[in-house]
């Protein structure tokens, strides 16, 4: 059972480049959500899904993304990465709704420089 | 004020001693709470979630009290094992924010 995986697992990538971190589940689980952890904040949520082709801003979502065009997948894309851009980015699905237990994905380390 | 606030220690206890965490919630609608564990450097996972009346998971005990906004976590007999930060996590409605997570309490436990 792989559950949800994030590839890559790190990146390093220079200002104002492109880059895409990938995330895909198993489980059929309806939701989907993006988030950053740093160091002071938290985890932050950065956009979720609650289905195929339905997705929706959280709390920081500007200068990213989303797009899910199957339910097993949900690509962030930073369109031009900013050195604020250096995160750890977790992937999470939820069977249910947004209130109910998510599952979180290993994570992808980015750095921007 | 922090919509869910946690003190983040770090708390230093020795192996089989009980510890106990809280954290306090500002929305009083809120309906649904969990505790996660989080390993250095990898992924949150899920602990337990609260149910209003209280429950237990083997030395874990999680309380959750409206009235005052504030959920807990009493870990019995701590291992080694234990250690590792613990995030306090609530939703805050209306839904479409999801969870909101706490930034975190870490326990060390020493031998």
């Known amino acids: 059972d792989a559950g949800i995986t994030q590839s890559p697992r790190y990146k390093i990538t220079e200002t104002g480049r492109q880059v895409t971190l990938m995330c895909h589940q198993t489980?059929?689980?309806?939701?989907m959500f993006w988030y950053r952890q740093d160091l002071g904040h938290g985890l932050r949520l950065i956009y979720y899904s609650a289905a195929a082709d339905i997705t929706d801003k959280g709390e920081v979502p500007d200068g990213y993304v989303v797009s899910r065009s199957k339910t097993e997948n949900f690509p962030l894309t930073l369109e031009s990465a900013t050195r604020s851009q250096t995160s750890v980015y977790f992937c999470?699905?939820?069977?249910?709704?947004?209130?109910?237990?998510?599952?979180f994905g290993p994570g992808t380390r980015l750095t921007v420089t | 004020r922090k919509e869910v606030e946690q003190d983040p220690g770090p708390f230093n206890v020795p192996e089989g001693a009980t510890v106990a965490f809280n954290c306090t919630y500002s929305n009083s609608a809120s309906q649904s709470f969990f505790w996660y564990r989080q390993d250095c450097r990898k992924e949150p996972k899920l602990l337990m979630s609260?149910?209003?009346s209280g429950n237990e998971d083997g030395r874990f005990t999680a309380q959750l009290n409206r009235a005052s906004q504030y959920i807990s976590l009493l870990i019995r007999d701590s291992k080694l094992s234990d250690s590792a930060t613990y995030l306090c996590?609530?939703?805050?409605?209306?839904?479409?924010?999801?969870?909101?997570f706490g930034s975190g309490t870490r326990l060390q436990v020493q031998p």
């Open positions: 999470a699905s939820s069977e249910l709704a947004e209130g109910y237990e998510q599952y």
């Open positions: 996590v609530v939703n805050i409605p209306p839904g479409r924010r999801a969870l909101t």
């Open positions: 489980w059929s689980h309806s939701y």
């Open positions: 609260v149910y209003s």
